[in-house]
T-cell receptor
Framework: NAGVTQTPKFRVLKTGQSMTLLCAQD?????MYWYRQDPGMGLRLIHY???????AKGEVPDGYNVSRLKKQNFLLGLESAAPSQTSVYFC????????????FGPGTRLTVL | AQSVSQHNHHVILSEAASLELGCNYS??????LFWYVQYPGQHLQLLLK??????LVKGIKGFEAEFIKSKFSFNLRKPSVQWSDTAEYFCAVNALGNNDMRFGAGTRLTVKP
């Protein structure tokens, strides 16, 4: 049981490049989330999904897109990376969001030059 | 939308000192409340949670938190901290009926041996 995994762990992009971050969970959770963590700002919700084929915007969705084609995977895309998107990205999953049993992935450190 | 405020950005204590980290949220309805901990180099882990009932909840590693509804607060406490408690602590709120969870900016705790 791997829990929540994220790929890649590190990435450096140039401004304007695109990339996709992959989150995978093997717990059959319905809910999945993408957060970014920045110093002094904690975790901010980018997008989330309440089930396969559904997505919703969080606090800071601009510049990101997501897809949940399979229940176990939640992809976060940056179409045209900007330096302001330099951050650590965490994926999380939960069976029921109100129970707070969000399982977090190890994070992806992204630097945009 | 709900928001979470953590007033202490960085707290420095000596071992055996008592700890209290403040957390206030802004939401008038029913909420579920959580504290998460992030040890250096690791991802977030759930420390404790409050759903209903006794407003004083106990978590792992000797931590506890008290929900004071009239003050919209959920402060984290520990009577005697250890060097191993050095970490970043995040308060989080889930409003009943909402699918997302909002985090505070975090409080970095440094415990000096």
């Amino acid at each position: 049981n791997a829990g929540v995994t994220q790929t890649p762990k590190f990435r450096v992009l140039k401004t304007g490049q695109s990339m996709t971050l992959l989150c995978a969970q093997d717990m059959n959770h319905e809910y999945m989330y993408w957060y970014r963590q920045d110093p002094g700002m904690g975790l901010r919700l980018i997008h989330y999904s309440v089930g396969e084929g559904t997505t919703a915007k969080g606090e800071v969705p601009d510049g990101y897109n997501v897809s949940r084609l399979k229940k176990q995977n939640f992809l976060l895309g940056l179409e045209s990376a900007a330096p302001s998107q330099t951050s650590v990205y965490f994926c999380a999953s939960s069976q029921v969001p109100g129970l707070g049993l969000q399982y977090f992935g190890p994070g992806t450190r992204l630097t945009v030059l | 939308a709900q928001s979470v405020s953590q007033h202490n950005h960085h707290v420095i204590l000596s071992e055996a000192a008592s700890l209290e980290l403040g957390c206030n949220y802004s939401y008038g309805g029913t909420v579920n409340l959580f504290w998460y901990v992030q040890y250096p180099g690791q991802h977030l882990q759930l420390l404790l949670k409050y759903f209903s009932g006794d407003p004083l909840v106990k978590g792992i590693k000797g931590f506890e938190a008290e929900f004071i509804k009239s003050k919209f607060s959920f402060n984290l406490r520990k009577p005697s901290v250890q060097w191993s408690d050095t970490a970043e602590y995040f308060c989080a709120v889930n409003a009943l009926g909402n699918n997302d969870m909002r985090f505070g900016a975090g409080t970095r705790l440094t415990v000096k041996p």
